[in-house]
């Protein structure tokens, strides 16, 4: 039987070519990722959105599709096939959220909600759940403060800078010095991440708007201005007056 036999030359020059084609190959998953990161992250975000709307109209439909199954019973193999299903309490939770709004421009509207929001605060857990999910989404629709609430925090290390977004100002007890709460969200997902307290005089504030820095959380800074600020540290300097600061209780 016939072995193959190869010099060390031959053998050096087969290694650089697998080391080369190794190499092609790595890079052009790498571009490959990061072309197809920003689809599969929309894509992501798209099915939890489906996902919950789904589930939110599931108890919505689930009633009325018992009833009608009871009157019709040879809807059973249409009403409870999966994609069926889905794709109903998907279009009812919508269609839901968009008479909500309709309703709450509305006097009416904005009764029913006002008498919603004063039996949950009397709950005690959906009290403290409510409200502090109202102030947040409260703090950042303003946008005559949006450049205000986007800052720099030292985090995690003095010598680093994160993008974080002030929701509070309040004075420490102890010393009078004026304190911060500072959300840092996560990449790519804003919807979860830290809160530091951080005195203001620390902050570097910049003159983003908030869409602005979510853009540049969620594209893992790929999207983002020529130039920022980096050192300066204190209050912000943009002429507007800045968030109102709790004072201390007597």
Do not use: C
Request: proline content about 8%; aromatic content about 8%.
């Amino acid at each position: 039987m016939k072995r193959w036999a190869f010099t060390d030359e031959e053998l050096r020059l087969t290694r650089i070519r697998v080391k080369s084609l190794a190499a092609r190959a790595s890079q052009a998953l790498v571009v490959g990722a990061i072309a197809v990161a920003p689809l599969a992250l929309t894509l992501w975000v798209l099915w939890l959105v489906l996902q919950v709307a789904a589930f939110v109209g599931g108890l919505m439909t689930g009633p009325f599709t018992a009833t009608l199954l009871l009157i019709v019973p040879g809807l059973e193999g249409f009403l409870l096939h999966p994609v069926t299903s889905t794709v109903l309490n998907i279009v009812v939770a919508l269609g839901a959220l968009i008479v909500i709004g309709l309703m709450a421009k509305g006097v009416i509207g904005r009764v029913v909600g006002q008498m919603v929001e004063d039996f949950i605060t009397r709950i005690p857990v959906g009290s403290v759940v409510y409200g502090s999910a109202r102030q947040l989404i409260s703090s950042f629709q303003s946008p005559t403060e949006g450049a205000q609430k986007v800052v720099l925090i030292e985090f995690p290390s003095p010598e680093m800078r994160t993008v974080g977004l002030v929701t509070q100002r309040f004075r420490a007890s102890d010393t009078g010095e004026e304190l911060a709460a500072v959300y840092v969200p996560t990449t790519p997902n804003p919807t979860s991440g830290y809160v530091e307290i951080v005195p203001v005089d620390r902050l570097v504030w910049l003159d983003w708007t908030l869409n602005e820095a979510i853009q540049f959380i969620v594209s893992a800074g790929v999207i983002a201005p020529e130039a920022v600020k980096y050192r300066t540290t204190g209050h912000p300097d943009d002429g507007d007056s800045p968030p109102p600061i709790i004072p201390d209780r007597p």
